[in-house]
């Protein structure tokens, strides 16, 4: 039997991480009471979890010709995903993002690029085989955004968009998309319309349909996730609450798991399939660090995940 492919295309970012009492306010300085180094950047991350969860994954990328690029590699092989169109980059580093986490779980993040910035439609072209025959094409917006439409132009499967970081320059790739996921601030930004609670969400879902996508999710943390197709009632998906500890990466494992279960239960509706993706970013959220917070082992489906039509 054919093992569906999930090709995922975007950033590898190394995480420097330092946990504090809280977030600090623009120029205050804190104790913080932690500090640790680990693998992340949006596109790796969600391949990670796929790969946890059992999916074939394949990573387009590019890392920096240092020390840190090559240690990314040896992860990503470690962690099961196929390598092969991971490319070095000369002269430039690899990636990095600079975290803070609070005590309650909160975190800011600044990213630097780096080789991140450096996949391009020449990178795309010489995946074309691959990209075109995934049965998922996941894309994020850290690395360059014509590199990604390009992408979605040519892939003949599934296209699921994770607009991250938030930007509203990016209609053009839109009615590409089988499905848009966006967290509130991300869609706050892309439809022009303030996200803060599940009926707000659910405007913002309409005017995100209306630029063209098939599908759009948004996923609001410890409330679950709203999701809509075209001509039919918005639904909200509720999760299960927990304590969190470390946030970072939670919007990843979502996206990375809904792919998975996509392509793996296909014959679920995607109430549940939402259902299960927003269990395995709970899951994360228990744990400290990124891709070491995913879980492995995990089965979906033991339950019926509650949902109310909006």
């Not at 780096?114 to 025959?133: Q, R, Y």
């Not at 509130?184 to 930004?189: D, F, L, Y």
Request: with cysteine.
């Amino acid at each position: 039997m054919n093992n569906p492919k999930i090709v995922v295309l975007g950033s590898c970012s190394i995480d420097f991480t330092t946990y504090a009492p809280r977030l600090p306010n623009p120029g205050e300085t804190l104790h913080g009471t932690k500090f640790n180094t680990s693998f992340g950047g949006k596109g790796a991350n969600q391949c990670v979890a796929a790969a946890k969860l059992g999916g074939n994954t394949f990573l387009i990328c590019r890392v920096g010709d240092d020390q840190w690029g090559q240690k990314y590699i040896e992860n990503l092989k470690t962690a099961g995903v196929n390598v092969s169109h991971v490319y070095k980059t000369q002269n430039v580093t690899t990636g990095i993002a600079q975290i803070t986490v609070a005590e309650n779980g909160e975190n800011q993040i600044v990213i630097v690029l780096g080789a991140n910035g450096h996949l391009s439609k020449a990178d795309v072209k010489a995946t074309e085989a691959l990209i075109s025959s995934a049965d998922v094409l996941i894309g994020q917006l850290e690395t360059p955004f014509e590199t990604t439409l390009e992408a979605f132009k040519i892939n003949k499967g599934l296209k699921l968009l994770n607009a991250a970081p938030g930007r509203s320059d990016i209609k053009e790739i839109l009615p590409y998309c089988s499905i848009l996921c966006v967290n509130e601030s991300e869609a706050s930004i892309l439809a022009k319309h303030n996200v803060d609670s599940v009926m707000t969400a659910a405007e913002a879902l309409k005017i995100l349909l209306n630029l063209g996508c098939e599908t759009v999710v948004i996923t609001l943390g410890e409330k679950g996730a709203v999701y809509a197709t075209k001509n039919e009632t918005p639904i909200h998906v509720f999760c299960e609450t927990v304590v969190p500890v470390d946030t970072t990466g939670a919007g990843d494992a979502f996206v990375g798991a809904l792919a998975t279960f996509l392509i793996s239960n296909k014959e679920r509706p995607l109430h549940q399939i939402i259902g299960a993706a927003c269990e395995v970013a709970t899951l994360s959220v228990t744990k400290e660090g990124t891709q070491t917070s995913y879980p492995t082992n995990y089965i979906p489906f033991r339950k019926e995940y509650h949902y109310e039509m909006l």
